[in-house]
């Protein structure tokens, strides 16, 4: 049991670390973009939900499972499709006129 | 599926979410970036799937559906000036999942009659917490910001007591819980709807001009909630991509919260807007010199450089498109045009860029405050457009102003600027802006597209 926690501890520890690394190098151009984009990474929770949504442990597991679900999957499926929409717009090339 | 063949695909999903961070690095490759994360998220998803067989996939499947649909209808359909109201909701929706999560995993061992393993019990108690707060906290910033509710910092006395009593209040039930020998489930309902509670007090005193750190700071939370969830169901994707939006949080936070020159404690606590403030020197006495378009079209076709600085009025009055016309027009006159962009400008980080990019602006001519700040003495021309505080010297020159400290635009520096506005009332911090008596100021009122349009009439007969 200790040693799973503390894997996860360490695992934590470091990746905590990799993320300000990470996110430092994000120009402020793409603020926003980074923080729907984020967030839609934390809709990895969907994992949790969906391990609980198919266990059948009766009717109150089921509606909480069904819950998690739904949370997690506006998060992934929204937050992913809102980022690239934003993205797109900065992809366009800075001569291209749209007139 | 065997697990250690699980676990190294499971890796591959989390290396997957970090190049999608790294290439968040440069709007070149930003695009792939974000679909290499969503990739890691399907594979994720499968994976899952694959590993742990589920009894139903009804219930999947129902919660796949309508949350899917639900979120890309939403992606698809909001509007890029409601993009923090949109953030705020998907960061209480994952918040919310990690309580649920937290909650189902709970109930099954109450149902089962299992024992909690001590390091899961703690985790699961924090992300209940975390969750909870997220949850309901992300609900009171979308109100606010969707203006559902006042955007004023909503207080009453010993608010602070309150949410301490809470906060400990909390603690000492999850302390309780982990160390008893078996949890109970009347306290962890108890610990559930103080957790909520504790997300609306929160975020109620806080004022709608710091959202965006409200709104940073909820998404780190969101992530550390997940990193929580992954503790309790032993999986380390959750954990090392929690991590990561957790970081991503808290520098945000900690961006926004420089660019207003407050400490983070004072934007949570200090209940900044809730009252109209008044800067120690009054107005009164002073007049603004008003201008007309006309006027302002012959300053710009004759300047060699103009500087732009938007602010969130000009996304409010759906200004943008006119705004790039008439850099257009100005720049095939041989004028210079860049856009100054603080860092709160929007209701979010980065939300100015994201409108004004939405409009086409190329994101080449959008420099940030650091990046700008020393042009504007060479600058012949400012155009601010519905932005207000983050141009006011008094946060250089007056000790007694609120935002006094805070690090502005230096547009007073400029030859002219001229500054369009709705009236002469303050602005969203409810402060006095002494840039609009300047003698080199100039005021051109009225709604920011209908002047735009005017000066892009008026220009094209130049």
């Excluded at chain 2, 649909?69 to 109201?85: D, F, H, I, S, Y």
């Excluded at chain 2, 008893?180 to 009347?186: A, K, R, T």
């Excluded at chain 2, 009332?425 to 002047?451: C, H, R, V, Y």
Aim: proline fraction near 4%.
């Amino acid at each position: 049991m200790l040693e799973t926690l503390i894997a996860g501890i360490v695992i934590f520890t470091l990746s905590t670390f990799l993320g300000v690394e990470l996110i430092h190098r994000v120009p402020s151009t793409l603020h926003t973009p980074l923080m729907s984009g984020a967030n839609a990474i934390s809709g990895i929770t969907v994992v949790g939900a969906l391990i609980m949504a198919g266990a059948g442990h009766g009717w109150i597991s089921n509606v909480l499972g069904f819950l998690a679900v739904v949370f997690a999957m506006v998060n992934v499926a929204g937050g992913y499709v809102v980022t690239d929409r934003m993205l797109q717009m900065f992809k366009r090339k800075p001569t291209v006129e749209a007139e | 599926m065997s697990g250690p063949l699980v676990q190294l695909l499971y890796l591959g999903a989390a290396i997957c979410f970090v190049l999608g961070l790294k290439w968040l690095s440069s709007p070149a490759t930003a695009v792939r970036g974000n679909r290499v994360s969503g990739f890691g998220m399907l594979m994720a998803v499968v994976i899952t799937l694959l590993s742990e067989p589920a009894v139903s996939y009804t219930v999947i499947i129902a919660g796949v559906v309508v949350g899917g649909g639900l979120g890309l209808w939403m992606a698809r359909a909001v509007k890029m000036t409601a993009m923090p109201q949109m953030v705020a909701l998907l960061n209480g929706l994952g918040g919310g999942a990690s309580l649920v999560v937290g909650s189902a995993e709970f109930m099954k061992s109450e149902m089962l009659g299992e024992h909690l393993l001590l390091d899961t019990s703690i985790a699961l108690h924090i992300a209940v917490l975390i969750g909870g707060v997220t949850l309901t906290g992300s609900v009171i910033a979308f109100a606010k910001l969707q203006e559902l509710m006042s955007g004023r910092a909503i207080t009453f006395p010993l608010q602070k007591t309150l949410n301490a009593v809470l906060f400990l209040g909390a603690v000492t039930i999850a302390v309780f819980q982990v160390t008893q020998p078996e949890s109970l489930l009347g306290p962890f309902l108890v610990l559930v709807g103080v957790a909520l509670a504790l997300g609306v007090l929160l975020v109620i005193p806080i004022g709608g001009a710091d959202m965006p750190v409200v709104i940073s700071l909820l998404n780190s939370y969101s992530g550390i909630a997940a990193a929580m969830t992954g503790f309790v169901i032993r999986n380390e994707v959750l954990i090392i991509s929690g991590a990561l939006v957790g970081s991503s949080g808290i520098i945000l936070s900690q961006i926004m919260c420089k660019a207003m020159n407050r400490s983070l404690a004072n934007v949570l606590f200090g209940a900044f807007g809730a009252t109209v403030q008044i800067s120690g020197k009054s107005a009164e006495g002073l007049t603004a010199r008003q201008t007309s378009a006309d006027d302002v079209a012959v300053q710009l076709a004759y300047a060699q450089s103009v500087i732009v600085v938007p602010g969130y009025g000009l996304a409010v009055a759906q200004a943008q498109h006119v705004l790039r016309e008439l850099a257009d027009l100005a720049e095939k006159k041989g004028v210079t045009v860049k856009y100054a962009i603080h860092p709160v400008a929007g209701r979010m980080p980065g939300h100015m860029n994201v409108l004004l990019a939405e409009a086409n602006v190329p994101y080449d001519k959008l420099f940030d405050m650091d990046e700008i700040n020393s042009e504007f003495e060479r600058t012949d021309l400012v155009l601010v457009i519905g932005a207000n505080d983050v141009v006011n010297p008094a946060a250089r020159t007056d000790p007694s102003s609120p935002i006094y400290g805070m690090p502005i635009l230096n547009v007073d520096y400029a030859k002219a600027v001229v500054v369009l506005k709705r009236g002469m009332g303050a602005g969203f911090a409810g402060i006095e802006n002494e840039l609009f008596f300047n003698p080199k100021t100039a005021m051109l009122f009225g709604d920011a597209k209908q002047s735009l349009t005017k000066l892009v009439a008026e220009l094209k007969t130049l």
